[in-house]
């Protein structure tokens, strides 16, 4: 009779199974555009190996910049947490694994009875065994739970290589951004070294009486306003050395060393770009963030489907087996045990609706994962589309931004010349200088631009990450 209740507790389970459980799809079409709207880079040297992109700061002929950008990933708290991140969910995903296994206990008891009647004697019953419980996922509630924790362990494990190439690219332009205010600074000193030329120039002929002191006082006042612009840009490369050093905790001498053993940093060029396939979704599908948003679906997804199944009845099975002794009156009976069952099946009748709650705060969190999914992918394309488009403008304007230059620098050397042999006024000379100081500065900034294009293309391009295979 035993055996026959358990087979029809297992048989009615079975059948419950039919009532399917349905959860939301685990992709989601991401809705990327059919192709980029921007430019994509003429020269693309990787041969589109997303690879190569780990690795991509190793090949701009700066080993300074390769260094500090593995000094502050070794230190950054934004990839230290990344890292307790995916142990965090690890451990979730083998707890979570766990639950399908039977678990195994072993259990030792002793007891003394005693009882009132002479003919019963006193007795001490010790015990040592095995217990093994098991509940049997009849509707994949907890497979729905391992599933979940999977989906954030991969969605962790891509979330740490975001963090490394998000340090990356920042310290990348700190140092470019450094760079960059270096040659501002030499800009602005031989700027002020010249006007304190023409100012030197200027007293001497107004004391010989061939100038007026009011064009003494102007020369002097425009030494003077260029010696502080000078002094200006150099507190903001000082500024920007502090930054380098909280971004690569190196102490600040050993730096400045560094910084000064190697040669300024070029700017990035087409040479040293970025791979970026012809269609969005090939590019999308490296980027870690949109993959970590995709994983979030998936175990919300996951969710879902355990949440509902909560709401059907569970099935269990327990069981031991162990050796027992009893000792009375001074003989001792030892037996080895074992037990199997009950069979136990639980069903849900009455929670007030807690049960269904839950399921409908599944649902509202899937919703939201999808709509962060999607609003993901639309970011991804709009950082790619931004970097092409500035690339491209970096690119058309370099050839113009030279041209004036070099113009502006000829006509700077001729008024500077005809005003030193008294056939220009000063005011001419300082035009001629401003205009010249611009185009100096234009040129800088564009460089300066045209990196800061090449790294956020690197950073919206992935960073060399790549999907799991299993994915």
């Known amino acids: 009779m035993r055996y026959t209740l358990c087979a029809f507790a297992v048989a009615a389970a079975c059948a419950l199974t039919g009532c399917g459980l349905t959860a939301p799809a685990r992709q989601v079409p991401p809705q990327e555009p059919a192709q980029w709207q921007a430019p994509l880079p003429t020269q693309l040297p990787h041969g589109g190996a997303v690879t190569e992109l780990s690795g991509w700061w190793r090949s701009q002929g700066d080993p300074l910049l390769a260094q500090l950008i593995e000094a502050a990933q070794e230190v950054s708290p934004t990839v230290a947490s990344a890292r307790s991140r995916i142990g965090q969910a690890r451990a979730e995903r083998t707890a979570a694994g766990a639950a399908l296994a039977p678990g195994v206990t072993g259990v030792v008891t002793s007891s003394r009875t005693s009882q009132q009647q002479a003919s019963v004697p006193s007795n001490t019953t010790s015990q040592a065994f095995v217990q093994a419980s098991w509940e049997i ?100 490369c000082d500024v920007n050395v502090k930054a380098l050093v909280a971004l690569t905790a190196l102490d600040e001498p050993t730096l400045r060393n560094r910084l000064g053993a190697a040669t300024s940093a070029p700017p990035l060029s087409p040479a040293q770009g970025i791979a970026i396939a012809a269609l969005p979704a090939q590019t999308l599908a490296q980027r870690p963030d949109v993959f970590t948003a995709e994983r979030e679906v998936a175990a919300a997804s996951f969710e879902v489907a355990g949440a509902q199944a909560q709401r059907y009845p569970k099935l269990s099975l327990t069981g031991s087996v162990g050796r027992g002794r009893v000792h009375a009156e001074g003989q001792n009976v030892t037996a080895s045990t074992w037990n199997l069952g009950p069979v136990q099946m639980t069903l849900p009748i009455f929670d007030a609706g807690t049960r269904r709650a839950n399921v409908v705060a599944a649902q509202e969190r899937y919703e939201a994962a999808v709509t962060n999914y999607r609003g993901s992918v639309r970011q991804a394309v709009r950082e790619v589309e931004e970097a092409l488009v500035n690339l491209q403008a970096t690119d058309e304007r370099a ?67 790549s999907r799991p295979a299993q994915q």
């Open 137 to 236: 996922d009849l509707f994949g509630a907890n497979r729905a739970a391992r599933d979940a924790a999977q989906a954030r362990l991969d969605s962790a494990q891509a979330g740490w290589h975001d963090a490394r190439v998000s340090v990356a690219a920042e310290t990348a332009n700190a140092y470019y951004g450094l760079r960059a205010c270096e040659q501002l600074l030499a800009v602005a000193q031989q700027d002020a070294q010249s006007r304190a030329d023409t100012a030197r120039l200027t007293d001497l002929t107004a004391q010989a009486g061939f100038q007026a002191p009011a064009t003494a006082a102007q020369a002097r006042a425009s030494a003077a306003d260029a010696n502080s612009r000078a002094i200006a840009q150099r507190a903001q």
């Open 399 to 465: 050839g113009d931004a030279q041209t004036a230059l070099e113009g502006y620098r000829s006509a700077f050397v001729a008024t500077e010349d005809r005003y030193k042999n008294g056939m220009a006024s000063l005011l001419e000379l300082e035009d001629a200088r401003r205009t010249r100081l611009a185009a100096e500065n234009t040129m800088v900034g564009l460089q300066r631009e045209r990196s800061a294009a090449w790294i956020a293309l690197y950073r919206a391009a992935g960073g060399g990450w």
